[in-house]
């Protein structure tokens, strides 16, 4: 449609992102067995909580690193168990400076935040990071199947919110004044704020004279931080991570995508291309089906309008449900057809 293609070979962390129900696990499966057959190490990540991931490779799954074929390994994160583990850690971390007397109302508070939507995003925000940081090593390209695309933009932002829901939340305990002094330095103002500080690789220890406990609060907080900026990075870096959306020639499906790359646009975070799903093949005849294709045909022109300049890629519709390693394949073959 533009004459680009959506080159993603040199890519080691690919996001397929997207409204829900516009087939980005199908693609995020396909691209990782077309990865392989190039010779690719590839983990695919499922982190919508309608985990699909398995029901596409016709195979269980779940919340651990699980064999498909040779080359392609495939996880699903439980964003619930996730949020669990993740406020269990705070929660932990707080008792250290609370006082005793305090900790059953502490539990219960986390309890409560433990269902809260921000628990769970912060949650994945911080195994995604992991993933993207510490086990980038471990295999050549990791595919993260994202949830829609609503959550996708939030995960950029979270680093300052998690922030200052920490910092609020240990500012307002007594004891942690000199704690509060350090914090002031660990949160750069500003909602996009990514400077250095004094606590940023110091030439010293910026810890020093705080008593054991503060500072191994202080280092935990410091750690995670780190990690946000660092996979936020690499989420900024073209040259190693790539965004690709999947979408439909539908009305919803086009304005929630032109949103989205708008949105990415202004955290600085490049988007390959655009992955037009499930288009009415030529050869699929009747009247109605006639009258789909005439309303597709306008769509798939505004699309071309709309992302002008943006490499984009069309993938027929199949005439069976895709589930399986023969369909995926059938869909890497279109991939690949189209230059990715």
């Given amino acids: ?48 909580p309608a985990h699909s991931l398995g029901d596409a490779f016709d195979k269980p799954i779940g919340d651990r690193v699980t064999g498909i074929i040779a080359g392609v390994w495939g996880m699903e994160i439980d964003p619930d168990a996730e949020a669990r583990a ?21 539990e219960r508070q986390m309890r409560t935040a433990a269902l809260s939507p921000g628990a769970v995003e912060a949650a994945l925000l911080e195994r995604i990071s992991r993933l993207m940081v510490d086990h980038a090593d471990d295999y050549d ?19 300052e919110a998690m922030a200052a829901w920490t910092d609020g939340l240990i500012s307002h305990n007594k004891r942690s004044e000199q704690l509060g002094k350090v914090l002031k330095h660990l949160t750069p103002s500003g909602a996009r704020a990514e400077v250095p ?16 406990r503060t500072r191994q609060i202080a280092e935990t907080l410091l750690n995670r931080r780190r990690l946000f900026h660092r996979a936020r990075r690499l989420m900024r870096d ?4 790539a965004f690709v959306f999947v979408l439909t020639a539908g009305k919803l499906p086009i304005l929630e995508t032109h949103r989205a790359i708008h949105t990415l646009e202004q955290f600085d975070v490049p988007v390959r291309g655009a992955i037009v799903n499930r288009v009415l093949p030529e050869h699929a005849d009747g009247a ?14 505004e699309i071309e309008q709309q992302f ?32 990715v």
């Fill in 1 to 48: 449609m533009t004459g680009r293609t959506i080159r993603l070979s040199d890519a080691r962390v690919v996001f397929v992102g997207g409204k829900g129900g516009v087939g980005k696990t199908t693609v995020a499966a396909a691209l990782s067995l077309l990865m392989a057959q190039r010779g690719k190490r590839c983990l695919v990540v499922s982190t919508d």
């Fill in 86 to 106: 993740h406020v269990g850690r705070v929660t932990e971390q707080m008792k250290q400076i609370a006082a005793p007397d305090m900790h059953g109302e502490l």
């Fill in 141 to 159: 390209l990791l595919i993260f199947d994202t949830a829609p695309t609503g959550h996708t933009i939030r995960l950029l932002t979270l680093p």
């Fill in 197 to 212: 500080t004094p606590f940023d690789d110091p030439q010293e220890d910026p810890f020093a004279g705080m008593e054991r």
């Fill in 238 to 241: 073209e040259a190693h991570t």
């Fill in 288 to 301: 109605f089906l006639h009258k789909r294709r005439e309303l597709e045909g306008r769509y798939l022109a």
């Fill in 308 to 339: 002008h300049g943006l490499a984009t890629l069309q993938i027929p519709m199949l005439a069976e449900d895709i589930q399986g390693l023969s369909s995926l394949n059938e869909i890497a073959r279109h991939l690949e057809a189209g230059g």
